[in-house]
């Protein structure tokens, strides 16, 4: 027997095999950014069922700037993956999703008992199938290009930041009580219906990639601007972008139909002008 297995001794030189292979720093980091967001969200959550509304509307609108911070990192640092496309997905479920859908039930909708909570059910439902959808539309190869400037339906950090209206103006010193409490049902389902549309909204990915040089300076004083007026006045900020944002929706639509009426005319076959046919020579 001990010819047929000779005893072995490996050497304890050999280099170990690697069972998967590193994975780069700069693909990691954008993952990290998301974990952040989702954590956020979940911690929004728990600040809802302690009643406090204002840090948890917080952790909303940041995690909702770590959404829109996270792909474009990744895009720098050439880091994108699948993974990290599958990962920020379910963030974004849970962040813009399920949570602003507890917090509006916590705050207000509780009130109206089991209609309250099926429009919760309603909106989140409508948050996954618009995420569903968005991700099947990455994948069209005959999509053109001008249309990577618009939504098919509200995207998902604004679904989230414009269902939150009920508790900016309730910060503001409006009383919103329990006969609101319909308005806020009748407005989130709203909000849930443009989600799942196919209603075009301006996404604004193309801006800043490049900026005509007159431009620069404008830009720093706005932002300045646009940071101080969010760091003193939040909830007046908050209240007149969702306004501004959801009023911007028709126009978004306008300039949707005026793109796609030029690019079908782009590629439309043009007509060839028909050659007459040659007269038959006379008779003999």
């Known amino acids: 027997m001990t010819d047929l297995f000779p005893p072995f001794a490996p050497d304890p030189n050999e280099p170990r095999k690697r069972l998967f292979k590193p994975v780069p ?4 980091i954008p993952n990290i950014i998301t974990l952040i967001a989702l954590c956020l969200g979940l ?3 728990r600040l809802a069922f302690e009643g406090r509304y204002e840090p948890a509307v917080v952790a909303i609108v940041v995690a909702a700037l770590l959404d829109g911070i996270d792909g474009r990192v990744a895009r720098m640092l050439k880091g994108t993956s699948r993974f990290g496309a599958e990962l920020d997905s ?9 949570t602003p859908a507890l917090i509006l039930y916590s ?10 909570w099926i429009a ?32 098919t339906g ?4 604004a679904g989230a930041l414009t269902s939150m209206l009920p508790l900016y103006l309730s910060f503001l010193g409006f009383s919103i009580g329990t006969a609101a409490a319909p308005i806020a049902l009748v407005y ?31 830009i720093f004083v706005i932002s300045v601007a646009v940071f101080g007026l969010l760091a003193n006045f939040p909830w007046e900020m908050l209240t007149a972008i969702t306004v501004l944002f959801l009023a911007s929706i028709p126009f978004s639509v306008l300039r949707y139909r005026q793109l796609d009426r030029a690019h079908a005319a ?13 007269e038959p020579p006379p008779a003999a």
């Open 154 to 157: 509200m995207p998902a950090p």
């Open 120 to 151: 919760v059910l309603v909106f989140a439902i409508a948050m996954v199938l618009r995420l569903a959808r968005f991700n099947v539309m990455l994948d069209d190869p005959h999509r053109p290009e001008w249309k990577k400037n618009f939504f």
């Open 188 to 218: 989130l389902l709203g909000l849930a219906f443009l989600m799942v549309s196919t209603i075009p909204v301006y996404s604004g990915k193309t801006i800043g990639l490049k900026v005509p040089r007159h431009w620069v300076l404008p």
């Open 43 to 45: 911690t929004a959550i």
């Open 25 to 28: 720093f700069r693909m990691i």
């Open 266 to 278: 782009s590629i439309a076959p043009v007509p060839q002008p028909t050659v007459p046919d040659s």
């Open 90 to 98: 379910l963030a974004d479920f849970v962040n813009f999703g399920v």
């Open 107 to 116: 705050f207000l909708l509780h009130e109206l008992k089991a209609i309250g």
